[in-house]
């Protein structure tokens, strides 16, 4: 008994490819090479870009070098051969009536089947040559296709003319697969499948005030306007329209979260009474910035209010963040909690463990450390009877840290933590209030995506008594002249910084690393004394070789870019980097804040030799400014945003079509439109109890 034929379901978006007719097994293999895989894939796989091929230009108004669409008469066509290389090149001759195109395609005899003289054809492509008017395999049409459009000539005419005569899409590919291929399957989907897309967030998007964006097309009109539009206009008014659509799902998870945050917990009261805070603003000898004040009255509020805190701190370069975040764990301690406050290397760490002891320790606080190789339990408590600080890398994560009452969380350059690992510390509290910080300034799209459930604070300016830094561009030419400027530096009594990208050799002969300049650069400065530091060293090894350059038992540190967060040395004048090129834009800039943290005037040499283009605008960049945030965005425009979070955020690196660079105002307005759709809901919920 035969079995009863398989009944093929019905198609979704996550539905192979192969549900598109003409799409066998070998086009489903190219097609998964650039990632299509489902019909879904295929509907979103937005063109690269697009060609208006409406118009026609005549023969005798070529120019070479220029894609164009040419109408005429096949006048004369045929195949020749080249007996000694064994190839051969098929060509029409295109009149229009001014003059003769002359259409070639190499090693395509078979092409002779086509064509016949007489057929009237459009052709396009890029003009390779005008002695004579020549162009190398372009695409074509014969005329009767287009006609049969315009008359009402059906599927079969339209599915024929989809190349000219029209706006034409123009996909990514891939080896062996044509781009006729590729825009005859997006054309075939969008035909059979395109009801497949799902509106998203309907209720919200209805919600869109008037006079903040244009007409939205419909979904279903955007998907058709972004492969097969009637007007170039149009493209960019459907990419919007998706944008909008992946903004407002990202923007109601964030706003949800923090939602779900103020409507399940109440905040631990940490609101502080002063009797902790006077004594330590009186013993610090200096008087907080305008900014620092006005961060610490949002940060009290905070702290003392029904909700638990989530607050992102940021502050460029020596704007005083940590005694901000002494401040805040201030008030949680006077209110009888813990703080725990996290950083990302184990130098960061014990360098704030040091200034939050040498400003809590008159006031009876005792702070610990807690690291992956220093653990000060043995010589102060890890828990006390009374509130404490616990500061510390990634090992405040383990499950052997638990202190008994978590009232703050500080997490120190916040960039360098997955929200996970964020969210696995602030589990260890009945939800801590939660302040982030990070010196490198975060650009407002990036920072309305990765943090858009956190409240934002933002510490403009530096605090008095810091130095100018002069930024200076050289090449190894001048290295010479450099090495002498930084002796006279030494002997003022100042400390010199000279970081490479690598430790060790590579192969790459024009990139320097630590281990092969050390000796080097301890011989040129004799009898100064010259120490390296980089990641292969022990913590202990780490924390010694810093101790010695903070009290001046050595002046000049040979490092790689391990000193770039939280280094604070205030004798420290000249930070010199060689191969510049090789680091980041908010690399350089946080290098280079590393020193003007004293009186003294400071200075960045940036030595490059031949730098990338990107390379040289970086640098460029940073030479002409010391606003971190203008550099933040500099940087977004010139990486991207994928590259600058890397993975560890989650939101960005999934956007098919919002463009964090372009559309902030765009991101702006669904945050909005979200935050009031959400408070509408609750609304509706609290008079219908």
Known sequence: MSEAPKTLSLPTLDSPVSRVSGVGPARERLLERLGLRTLGDLLLDAPRRHEDRRSFCKVRELEEGVRVAVLGRIVAAGVKKFRQSGKSVYEFILEDGTARLHCRWWNMPHLERLFSVGDEMVVYGKIKSLQPATMDHPETERLSSLSEVESGGGIEAEEQSIHVG????????????????????????????GDLLPVPSPDLVATLPEGLAPPWPSRAKALVDLHFPNQMGDVELARQRFALDEFIELQRVLQRRRQN????????????????????????????????????????????????????????VGAGKTFVAASAALMALESGYHVAVMAPTEILAGQLHRVFERWFGPLGIEVAIRTGSIR?????????????????????????????????VVIDEQHRFGVSQREKLLKKGHYPHLLVMTATPIPRTLGLTLYGDLDVSILDGKPPGRSRIRTHLRTPEALPKIW??????IALGHRVYVVYPRVSDSGEEDIKSVETAHPRIAQA???????????????????????????????????????EVGVDVPEATVMLIENAGQFGL?????????????????????????????????????????DGFA?????????????LVGQAQSGVSGLRFGDLIEDGDLLVQARDVVRSYLASVEKQKLDSM
């Open 525 to 563: 400065l004799q009898p100064f004394r010259v120490a390296s530091l980089h990641g292969r060293m022990t913590g202990e090894e780490k924390q010694s070789t810093m101790d010695d350059f903070r009290s001046g038992v050595v002046q000049v540190l040979v490092a790689t870019s391990l000193i």
């Open 376 to 408: 000060s339990s043995g010589l102060v408590p890890l828990f006390s009877n009374g509130p404490q600080v616990t500061v510390g890398t990634h090992a405040l994560i383990e499950d052997s840290f638990a202190p008994e009452r978590l009232g703050l």
């Open 484 to 489: 002498e400027f930084v002796r006279r530096e």
């Open 261 to 316: 945050l103020e409507r399940n917990t109440k905040a631990l009261p940490c609101g502080g009474d002063n009797r902790l805070m006077r004594p330590f603003l009186a013993s610090l000898g200096f008087q907080p910035t305008a900014a620092q004040q006005r961060v610490l009255r949002e940060i009290r509020r905070d702290m003392g209010g029904e909700v638990p805190m989530r607050r992102l701190l940021q502050g460029d």
């Open 586 to 626: 908010a690399q350089l800039h946080q290098l280079r804040g590393r020193i003007g943290r004293g009186t003294a005037e400071s200075h960045c040499i940036l030595v490059s030799g031949e730098a990338t283009e990107i390379g040289q605008k970086r640098l460029e960049i940073l030479a002409g400014t010391e």
């Open 631 to 643: 550099l933040a965005e500099a940087d977004l425009k010139l990486r991207g945003p994928g590259e």
């Open 166 to 193: 029209r706006i034409v899409p123009v996909y990514s590919l891939t080896e062996g697969l044509g781009q006729r291929t590729r825009r005859w399957i997006a054309w075939s989907v969008l035909r059979q499948w």
